[in-house]
């Protein structure tokens, strides 16, 4: 679907991932990519957990919130154990928590909620207006000439395909321009399998990349090129329509707020007919090192 940098084959690492071997009943082990930063990406651990979590749900019910706090980072070199509670198992409704191990020492807590959707009362904001995903740049375009800068980026495992609406962290920077927003299509790079459950853990795979981008530019900051350290303090979504993620998804954010050394993101995930999906709430620890002098 991409021509750079993603492959179908990262779409199928991405699967593997989530493919957890149940050690015993609702333990579930989990390991790494071959590609990985210097702790356990956020968006990982929130995949590989909401599939310990549904596989633990004895009947088919769609998920329809979670809520998750990093406790730790965690070690790129050492598998992960998830470790299920069954809260909750009603008619239309499940309630799991997920802990996710390493080593004895917690890395990840997260609440995940299911719910049968019914019919009830509907409305949705509207969709902000962007480009088409057909006619916009690929993201090994927006690489091009950044490469060396930003290498941890142009190295990282690309399971999603990914279509920046407006300019990405690097480029706002070189520009010498501020962005309160972020406007990104994406959809995985290659056909998924029918599966819900693993259209919702790609999707929160893909919740963890991006969301944090407007709280750089809103102070003309970049990834990979100013000295900044981020860390993921939790992560909420809510899944308010099923949809399918091999067809794109928008994914609209902001961050209404920084402050205490924190910055908060909100984003939306809209279908391309306009309808809103899935909203996400993601807080991180953010520090800027300015040059000396």
Not at 177 to 194: A, F, I, K, S, Y
Not at 218 to 241: C, E, K, P, Q, Y
Request: aromatic residues 10%; negative net charge; glycine residues 8%.
């Amino acid at each position: 679907m991409t021509d750079a940098p993603g492959s179908t084959s990262d779409l199928n690492k991405l699967l593997a991932l989530f493919d957890l071997e149940e050690r015993e009943t609702d333990v579930f082990i989990g390991v790494h990519p071959a590609q990985v930063g210097p702790r356990t990406f956020g968006g990982q651990l929130l995949g590989q957990g909401v599939v310990a979590a549904g596989r633990s749900v004895p009947r088919p019910t769609p998920v329809h919130a979670l809520h998750a706090h990093f406790i730790r980072g965690g070690d790129v070199t050492k598998p992960l154990e998830y470790h299920v509670t069954r809260l909750r198992d009603g008619k239309p409704f499940a309630n799991r928590l997920v802990t996710a191990l390493q080593g004895g020492e917690e890395i990840l807590s997260m609440l995940v909620a299911f719910q049968d959707n019914k019919a009830g009362l509907e409305h949705s904001v509207q969709i902000p207006e962007v480009p088409y995903p057909e006619d916009l740049p690929t993201l090994g375009e927006h690489f091009k000439g950044f490469e060396e800068r930003i290498a941890m980026f142009v190295n990282a495992l690309h399971p999603i395909d990914i279509r920046f609406a407006n300019d990405p962290t690097w480029k706002v920077r070189e520009s010498g321009d501020t962005l309160e927003h972020n406007r990104v299509w994406m959809r995985t790079d290659g056909q998924m399998p029918d599966d819900p459950l693993l259209h919702i853990a790609a999707l929160c795979y893909a919740s963890d990349t991006t969301v944090l981008d407007s709280i750089l530019t809103t102070h003309g900051l970049s990834w990979g090129i100013d000295r900044l350290f981020a860390a993921t303090v939790n992560h909420s979504m809510w899944f308010h329509r099923e949809f399918r993620f091999d067809d794109w998804l928008l994914y609209a954010s902001e961050s209404p707020v920084a402050a205490g050394s924190r910055g908060l993101a909100s984003g939306r995930f809209f279908t391309r007919e306009g309808l809103l999906a899935t909203t996400v709430v993601q807080e991180a620890l953010i520090k800027y090192f300015p040059p000396r002098g």
